[in-house]
């Protein structure tokens, strides 16, 4: 689901931002200024930063900078105390993607944070892999050993989502929120009847499996 460095001098806002990202099944890593979250970029996979503007040695601007220039690809959450439209412009000046003002809500922090990882995610990967199936994300187009095949709208969505994530169990709250939206608040045997429907559509003699993780979700599997 994705790895998000935490960037605060203020160890309490690491402490609770890590926990909101534990709840919503992000891993993390925290750095207290923009020295040691480089040092972080430049050891460790990270797929999003939230950074505080204000910090010691090196703060948010500068880092956003910094980090622009050797990560381009990484997208940016500013999380700080500073509201005024100037603060802001220097910080998307800087490179920042999006802006939260402190004292900030857990679950807004969360969906913009997935909301960033859809954006990129969008630009970068819009192909997957299932077994031998292939996936494009662009155009919904399923294909099977080279043989285009149809599949709803609904369907096509949660299989991409299993084999982009290929290997990692997904919560189902992580995968309700992805392909029927944040909030959803239908019946939640929805998820369940639409896995069923792929299991029934491909069996393991297409290459993978949907394994089901007791108590947390799914995970999506090749086989031999």
Known sequence: ???????????????????????????????????????????????????????????????????????????????????????????????????????FEGAELIMRVRALLRRYRKVVDQTARAGRLALDSAGHVATLDGTPIDLPLKEFDLLFLL???????LTREFILDEVWGYGFDGNTRTLDVHINRLRDRFGETNGFRIATVRGLGYRLEDVA
């Open 1 to 103: 689901m994705g790895s998000v460095l935490v960037i605060d001098d203020d160890p309490h806002i690491r402490e609770l931002v890590a926990a909101l990202l534990d709840r919503a099944g992000f891993a993390s890593a925290a750095a207290a200024d923009g020295r040691q979250a480089l040092r972080v970029l430049g050891e460790t996979q990270v797929d999003l930063c939230i950074v505080d503007a204000m910090m010691p040695l090196l703060d948010g601007v500068e880092f956003c900078r910094a980090a622009r220039r050797y990560h381009p690809e990484l997208p940016l959450l500013m999380l700080t105390a500073k509201g005024q439209l100037g603060d802001k412009a220097r910080g998307f000046e800087a490179g920042a993607d999006d802006y939260l003002v402190k004292p």
């Open 163 to 169: 084999a982009a994530h290929k290997g990692r169990t």
